[in-house]
Every structure is written in structure tokens, then in C-alpha cells.
């Protein structure tokens, strides 16, 4: 069964930086999509990026150009590198994969971590 481990939220001020880890396990192979998602308060949630078996990646428009996925096969972690960031990034963000091949997006994922909140406040 496959588990995801988000790591790396907390307290930053405006126009700071956070990593965000997402580390998964109880599988094998490689064949996996992983995306990133975020859920502010009294919003639904929204998808931010994706990155492919393969490492192509997509970005929302939301976070485009500050926002950098990545992902370490060797170590099953996917890392969300999130610069200049706003008040307006608060949130939960959830790491969610599914099984794929190919370019990635963000719709029917199977499995999901629990969720490291982010907030962004001076």
C-alpha cells in the first residue's frame, strides 16, 4: 500500500521560502505521479503541480514562476520548493500519487498524505 509523508510546513513571513517533502513508501517501482495540492481556509482545494514518472512537470498559474517541483527516485521523496511566497499561499498542502506514465496533471488521485500546513504572515 502505497503511503505519502508530507514534512517542511510552518510559519514564514512574506516573500520567504519553504521546502515542502513529501516521501513515499510501501511500494516498489517508479511508475508513479505525485502532486502537489493546497487547501486555504473556507476555499476548496486547488492543484498547484505534478511531476511524472519521467520528471516533467506542471504548475497552476497560481504559482507558476515561484513554485519548483522535484523529485529523488533514490530516496522516494518529491520536494515542492516554494519561493516569494503570500499571504494568500496559507494553506494545508497535501502530496497526493497515482499510478502513471507520461505527462502528469492534477485529477484522480488515489492516494494522499495527511496534510503540512503552511502559513505565510508577518
Known amino acids: 500500500q502505497l503511503q505519502l509523508v508530507e514534512s517542511g510546513g510552518g510559519l514564514v513571513q512574506p516573500g520567504g521560502s519553504l521546502r515542502l517533502s513529501c516521501a513515499a513508501s510501501g511500494f516498489t517501482g517508479e511508475n508513479y505521479a505525485v502532486g502537489w495540492f493546497r487547501q486555504a481556509p473556507g476555499k476548496e482545494r486547488e492543484g498547484l503541480s505534478c511531476i511524472s514518472n519521467g520528471g516533467t512537470t506542471n504548475y497552476a498559474d497560481s504559482v507558476k514562476g515561484r513554485f519548483t517541483i522535484s523529485r529523488d527516485n533514490t530516496k522516494k521523496t518529491v520536494y515542492l520548493q516554494m519561493n516569494s511566497l503570500k499571504s494568500e499561499d496559507t494553506g494545508v498542502y497535501y502530496c497526493?500519487?497515482?499510478?502513471?506514465?507520461?505527462?502528469?496533471?492534477?485529477?484522480?488521485?488515489?492516494?494522499w498524505g495527511q496534510g503540512t500546513q503552511v502559513t505565510v504572515s508577518s
Open positions: 497526493a500519487a497515482k499510478w502513471s506514465v507520461g505527462r502528469c496533471d492534477l485529477m484522480l488521485y488515489g492516494y
